[in-house]
């Protein structure tokens, strides 16, 4: 493991410079639904399903998984009243 503050673990640097590299890599379609979902998602798996063959179609499909998956979860932690949605603060 490396010292590195920006290395947690994955095999590549979470740094804002390399985020925003890799968000310019993507096809526009996939770039403007990352950039219109509902979490500041990675970008780097979706890189690595474009040099793959992903189309960018396909990738904003993935994108949109992922928001709904995240909708459902709050809705969840809304109804049941924990984590953000906790009275008296977060969890």
């Known amino acids: 493991m490396t010292n590195d503050p920006n290395h947690h673990g994955g095999n590549y640097r979470t740094t804002r410079e390399a985020m925003m590299a890799t968000f310019d890599g993507l096809p526009p379609v996939a770039r403007e639904a990352l950039a219109n979902s509902v979490e ?15 189309l ?20 969840n932690q809304r109804a049941r009243g924990i984590g953000v949605y906790k009275i008296g603060g977060r969890t």
């Open 40 to 54: 500041d998602w990675v970008p780097q798996p979706l890189l690595t399903r474009y040099r793959r063959g992903m």
């Open 56 to 75: 960018g179609q396909e990738i904003a499909k993935v994108i949109a998984g992922w928001d709904a998956q995240e909708l459902t979860k709050r809705e």
